[in-house]
T-cell receptor, first 109, second 115 residues
Framework: KNEVEQSPQNLTAQEGEFITINCSYS?????LHWLQQHPGGGIVSLFM???GKKKHGRLIATINIQEKHSSLHITASHPRDSAVYIC???????????FGTGTRLQVFP | KAGVTQTPRYLIKTRGQQVTLSCSPISGHRSVSWYQQTPGQGLQFLFE???????NKGNFPGRFSGRQFSNSRSEMNVSTLELGDSALYLCASSLTGTKSYNEQFFGPGTRLTVL
């Protein structure tokens, strides 16, 4: 079993829909990262969380430390949100970043 | 502030050769981490350097090595290249590394193809 599990693996949506991507982890962590990767490879850090909730524009990230679960929400999705979203945790015994397999999101106009 | 830069952006090598990739972090950032991304394995942590010292290492063979210079620039080296080393190699910088509450800033990556 992977230490970081994401669901769903693939997601398609119509423009304007509310989107949720989930991340569950099995190790103790010091922080959880949500990353966005566009075709071509560039990765952008969206959020880093250690507790609670963060919001940036149409993006909201939440984390529940007790349940070892985080969600990334996109409100009013737009085609430019189409990308792979990756959850990564920092912590465990070694403090290295451990990545989920990513969620591929496609938003159609 | 200039972002994280990586050179070269693309590289084609043949099996058995060695390769050196370079990463220049954001000015003031002291931590540089390296990652390998392949279609089969996804993103995997290679190593992290902080103040010229390797602070963490992933599960990769000894053919993968790295170093960090006093100006925080980092290089990684892969010797005796294998076909399976074909990947996107990403570096990321942060103020003090993943242990603390600091965001990671990623470079554009170096796409290595081994023929």
């Amino acid at each position: 079993k992977n230490e970081v599990e994401q669901s769903p693996q693939n997601l398609t949506a119509q423009e304007g829909e509310f989107i949720t991507i989930n991340c569950s982890y099995s190790v103790g962590i010091s922080a959880l990262h949500w990353l966005q990767q566009h075709p071509g490879g560039g990765i952008v850090s969206l959020f880093m969380l250690s507790s609670g909730k963060k919001k940036h524009g149409r993006l909201i990230a939440t984390i529940n430390i007790q349940e070892k679960h985080s969600s990334l929400h996109i409100t009013a999705s737009h085609p430019r949100d189409s990308a792979v979203y990756i959850c990564a945790v920092a912590g465990g015994n070694t403090d290295k970043l451990i990545f989920g397999t990513g969620t591929r999101l496609q938003v159609f106009p | 502030k200039a972002g994280v830069t990586q050179t070269p952006r693309y590289l084609i090598k043949t099996r058995g050769q060695q390769v050196t990739l370079s990463c220049s972090p954001i000015s003031g950032h002291r931590s540089v981490s390296w990652y390998q991304q392949t279609p089969g394995q996804g993103l995997q942590f290679l190593f992290e350097y902080f103040s010229e010292t390797q602070r963490n290492k992933g599960n990769f063979p000894g053919r993968f090595s790295g170093r960090q210079f006093s100006n925080s620039r980092s290089e990684m080296n892969v010797s005796t290249l294998e076909l399976g080393d074909s990947a996107l190699y990403l570096c990321a910088s942060s103020l003090t590394g993943t242990k603390s509450y600091n965001e990671q800033f990623f470079g554009p990556g170096t796409r290595l193809t081994v023929l």
